[in-house]
């Protein structure tokens, strides 16, 4: 892997290229590996050359244990006093750590949002993974992905249109290099390039974000290989009708949310686009103890942006967060 030029596992495209949008995808990889040298990511991009040259110093193959709660890559004392800080200061560059929690070599990262928490809502619902294609929207720096891997799927791509992101992903990969895993610079908007290719599709936290939900939906349906299953995360707010609410601005202080769907109004999205069998698996408020400032994030979270007064409201006046999590299928 060389990080002035970005990674992808040689062999996806040509295994499955008769089956894919090929050509459109090499021309997209094309286009956004400039994001990779751009300036405001170059720090990103040396911490990861640095960790090359670290681990060139390392006896291989790295050991890593994704069972767990928290994703742990090297033991401690493997390091020599003078590693174990070169190592630390690479890891830093990437604060603030938004999706964890890591262990690097016995320096715990714990990153603004407890993404095991939510692995362990999804794990006993979703269809066992093992020799499944899956596609992991909007993967962050692999947390996820990680996650996966003690199943043994044949191919988890990331979709991440974030350099920085790529960067953090690589961070993981430079250790673990684990051919099973693929990170894509694409969005969303680009999933109907893999026609009903993936069995699993996760999409966690990426829909309210989007001015189309159900067109989305859409392409997310036919990407999914018959009778496969998409596993969705959406923030929402409570309520029984079928609505969904538009911010005028911010939403939780955040730029970018275009809709809030209450449960029923997500089932209604996930049915006009074609999905059948659908499964609310979990509903409940977004809490304070899943997203939060940590010394890996030190950064605005969750409990700044709602009413000191009313915690059931956000600074705004809307109605706080819930998170609805959906399994549905492809018939």
Known sequence: MDPDVGYYPPDYLHDYGAVLAAEEIVTIRQERNDRLHHPSVKPYREAVRSLQTLRAELPTPIPWDFTGDVVTIGWPHALSPIQS????QILQTFCP????PFNFFGITIDAEWRSDQKWARLLPHIHPLAQRRIADIGCHNGYFMCRMLPQQPSLVIGFEPVAKHFWNFQLVQTLVRHDTLAFELLGIEHIHLYPQ???TIFCLGILYHHSDPIGLLRKLHYALAPKGELVIDCQGIPGDLPIALTPRQRYAHARGIWFLPTQSC??????????TQLRCIYAAPLAPSEQRRTPWADIQSLQDFLDPNN???TIEGYPAPWRYYMLAYKG
């Open 197 to 199: 290719f993936f069995d």
């Open 97 to 100: 750590w938004k999706k964890g």
């Open 85 to 88: 800080q070169q190592l630390m």
């Open 311 to 313: 915690p059931t409201l």
């Open 266 to 275: 997500l089932e209604h999205w996930l049915i006009r686009a074609g999905f």
